[in-house]
Nanobody, 128 residues
Framework: QERLVESGGGLVQAGGSLRLSCAATGRTFSSYTMGWFRQAPGKEREIVAAISWSGGSTYYAASVKGRFSISRDIAKNTVYLQMNSLKAEGTAVYYC?????????????????????WGQGTQVTVSS
């Protein structure tokens, strides 16, 4: 059974850093576009970042550009989200997701409806 398992969430002070990991099991997601989404209390789920199957194309939401970095290790079937200079508004449950490949990454990348596989989420809390 295919699974995406996130880890690395926790409590951090504003200005701090966290690194999220998403490990895929049950199948290889090497040919998939991988995305990170987040959902804050009372808000809709939103795209944070995405990376193409080759790693050659990335997308970042305007709110995190320059502070977050997405990467993938094909051999480990794992995707990472390095989050620096965290802000209080970054408090949310962060989800890893996989969708059929699209490169270069275009508008469909930002829509959660296009993703077929989802992890259970990991909580990130940023204290101000």
């Amino acid at each position: 059974q295919e699974r995406l398992v996130e880890s690395g969430g926790g409590l951090v002070q504003a200005g701090g850093s966290l690194r999220l990991s998403c490990a895929a099991t049950g199948r290889t997601f090497s040919s998939y576009t991988m995305g990170w989404f987040r959902q804050a209390p009372g808000k809709e789920r939103e795209i944070v970042a995405a990376i193409s199957w080759s790693g050659g194309s990335t997308y970042y939401a305007a709110s995190v550009k320059g502070r977050f970095s997405i990467s993938r290790d094909i051999a480990k079937n794992t995707v990472y989200l390095q989050m620096n200079s965290l802000k209080a508004e970054g408090t949310a449950v962060y989800y890893c997701a996989a969708r059929p490949p699209n490169e270069p990454l275009g508008p469909p990348t930002t829509r959660d409806s296009g993703y077929d596989y989802w992890g259970q989420g990991t909580q990130v809390t940023v204290s101000s």
